[in-house]
């Protein structure tokens, strides 16, 4: 199965904060469509470096797109991260760092990252793995990612928030994805 993973790092502060709008709308935007959610996306957020939220397209149900929801969501699951386990169907918590998700991914596709408008367009597919941090890309996050052999992504010539990036990276994984079957059909 192709997959979409999209990892969001963030600091928990921000849930307790009540600033955690950014965070719940990156899971709204790299996750759900219009008539539910992406069966070939997964959405992980990573809280502080090594608490992580994963929400799993294709086996979430009732999973409500607001912020006051999804909040509560993010909530439960940071308080049930150190023992791991499930928060809710296609969702679970537990102990996981960047390093760990970049070690799973592996080869199997694509390895991208965004940190503001300049980067290059890049051929991105139906399967790939893309890294945002909020509120914005720290160098040492950066530098990370690059050696381990991600690509800067240029989404547009503005800098844009995590969670708007992400829309705009769906939409074009979105297109080619269509520009490619109709090309295999045609």
Request: charged residues 25%.
């Amino acid at each position: 199965m192709k997959v979409r993973e999209l990892v969001l790092l963030a600091p928990s502060s921000e849930l307790g904060s009540g600033r955690g709008g950014g965070i719940s709308r990156f899971v709204v935007g790299g996750l759900l469509v219009s008539h539910g959610a992406r069966a070939d996306a997964k959405v992980s957020v990573i809280f502080d470096g090594e608490r992580c939220v994963t929400f799993e397209g294709w086996r979430m149900r009732n999973v409500r797109p607001d912020e006051q929801s999804l909040s509560g969501i993010l909530r439960a699951g940071l308080n049930k991260a150190d023992r791991g386990g499930r928060v809710m169907q296609g969702i679970t918590a537990s102990r996981k760092t960047l390093r760990e998700v970049i070690e799973g991914w592996g080869s199997k596709g694509g390895k991208y990252y965004y940190a503001g408008a300049h980067g290059k367009v890049s051929g991105v597919g139906s399967d790939f793995l893309a890294v945002f941090e909020y509120p914005e890309m720290r160098k040492s996050t950066e530098e990370t990612l690059l050696a381990h052999g991600f690509e800067r992504l240029k989404l547009g010539r503005r800098d844009l928030f995590p969670d708007q990036a992400v829309v705009l990276l769906n939409n074009i994984a979105d297109e080619r994805m269509l520009a490619d079957a109709t090309a295999t059909r045609g």
